[in-house]
């Protein structure tokens, strides 16, 4: 931990954030357990963190849709509204994106202050907690998975990997309407959190073969399978699991450069693959859907620690130790060092 120079408005649409939580993302973990992910390469010192909220202390002149004073969760992604990618409305594809905690993009917020655009910051009521606000950024990607699955045409589905961005999507799911869901995990605590959270069935992959109990529970195979843990395991259960016709969403990021199908069976059964880059327009959506049950999506939090205490935030999370579902990183109180 380091003292750095507080962030300065630049820009007529700029909003200086005091932060408040920020939740740890596996991807954060990739960075502090590797240095990468794929082509992008950490340069220490660089800050991590992406999902966030805070309080706004400042504004630059030309914003006009929050003040200071305001509570606003954190949109990490800062797209250019001008490529080919924007105007036709894929803004998570931008061309010259910058994200938060991305290498040679922008520096996280894990930080007390930072500087984001007007565009990045949606405000939220009182009424939300600031950790639940935080919340709404992987929920946002679960929504927006399900939406490029289909949505409520999925009748049977299965979730591989019951970590936050799992269970996002099995939010997402019964949002949809979706009622045969069916998810794995390798941690106990994370199984029984899908099954507390609405999962029909949840099994731990390292206790019992999961592809063959879910196909005797659906003879007929699943609709869509969402592989939310980067696993190679996973993508090939996934290929056993789905009907013929079927959709496989990739979502979760493996530490690897490439990964593997089995072609006979995938050419066989014409399955289609959708791969994920977080979301587009969903923000505002998780957002609603947690001010409307909050209940639900506060279960997915484990774990709360100070802003000091943020590399033994980290290292549970890269352990998977006791029972660690989602981590919040909280400034209130802030002590360094503890």
């Given at each position: 931990m380091v003292d750095v120079a507080a962030p300065r408005l630049k820009?007529?649409?700029d909003v200086l954030i005091k932060m408040e939580t920020v939740g740890v993302c596996g991807s954060d973990v990739h960075y502090y357990r590797t240095g990468r992910i794929g082509s992008q390469i950490v340069k220490y010192p660089f800050a991590v963190g992406h999902e966030g909220a805070g309080v706004v202390i400042e504004t630059g002149a030309g914003v006009k849709s929050i003040k200071a004073g305001d509570r606003v969760a954190i949109e990490p992604a800062m797209s250019c509204w001008k490529c080919d990618q924007c105007r036709v409305g894929r803004y998570h594809t931008c061309r010259n994106l910058r994200f938060l905690g991305?290498?040679?993009q922008a520096e996280g917020c894990l930080s007390e202050y930072i500087v984001m655009p007007e565009s990045s910051c949606l405000p939220v009521g009182e009424e939300m907690s600031m950790d639940l606000a935080a919340l709404s950024e992987p929920l946002?990607?679960?929504i927006y998975c399900s939406k490029m699955a289909g949505g409520a045409r999925c009748?049977?589905?299965?979730?591989?990997g019951s970590g936050p961005i799992g269970l996002?999507?099995?939010?997402?799911?019964?949002?949809?309407g979706t009622r045969k869901i069916?998810?794995?995990?390798?941690?106990?605590?994370r199984v029984s959190t899908a099954s507390a959270m609405g999962a029909i069935w949840a099994g731990n992959v390292s206790r019992e073969d999961v592809v063959a109990r879910m196909l005797k529970l659906e003879p007929a195979g699943m609709d869509v399978v969402y592989e939310c843990c980067g696993q190679q395991e996973a993508q090939d259960q996934a290929i056993e699991l789905l009907k013929p016709g079927g959709k496989l969403v990739l979502v979760g990021i493996p530490t690897v450069d490439r990964v593997s199908f089995c072609i006979d069976k995938m050419r066989r059964k014409e399955i289609c693959i959708q791969n994920i880059r977080r979301q587009v327009d969903c923000a505002q959506l998780a957002l609603d859907m947690i001010a409307a049950n909050p209940v639900t999506a506060a279960k997915m939090i484990?774990?709360?620690f100070r802003f000091g205490q943020t590399k033994k935030a980290f290292d549970l999370v890269a352990g998977y130790k006791d029972g660690v579902v989602k981590a919040m990183i909280e400034f209130r109180e802030y002590q360094s060092f503890v």
């Open positions: 820009r007529r649409d991305c290498p040679g946002a990607i679960g009748s049977r589905v299965a979730i591989l996002s999507v099995l939010i997402a799911e019964r949002a949809e069916y998810m794995t995990d390798k941690i106990p605590a484990t774990h709360r």
